[in-house]
């Protein structure tokens, strides 16, 4: 279940990552700046539902669904060392545990 309609909350695109997202709303690049780069993956972490278990094979087409260079992979694992999915040491399950109104302070998106 998404936690406090998390779909409304990343229709509009934020402006601290305006710059690295296209028209619909997917990243174009990943930043190289850290803080940049974890507003980014604030972001795509919301793209995930609260709570819910995913498959590695959902989980790649979630990330390739939000990006357009071509590489979920290096998503998928900045994701995972950012602490914004997590995963069992298989990589059977994934999930993601912080709430909309953490990821969104990071960048900078209104909640309200």
């Excluded at 909350?9 to 305006?18: A, L, S």
């Excluded at 980014?40 to 939000?66: G, I, M, P, Q, S």
């Amino acid at each position: 279940m998404r936690d406090d309609d998390d779909r409304a909350g990343t229709k509009k695109k934020p402006e601290r990552i305006n710059r690295f997202l296209d028209s619909e709303g997917r990243l174009t690049v990943l930043p190289a700046k850290q803080g940049k780069r974890l507003a980014v993956l604030a972001y795509l972490a919301l793209k995930f539902d609260l709570h819910r278990d995913y498959t590695e094979k959902e989980v790649n087409a979630l990330c390739d669904a939000w990006h357009t260079f071509g590489d979920y992979f290096i998503v998928r694992r900045e994701l995972i060392e950012a602490g914004f999915l997590h995963r069992v040491p298989d990589g059977s399950r994934y999930w993601r545990e912080l709430p909309l109104e953490q990821l969104s302070a990071l960048f900078e998106l209104d909640t309200n």
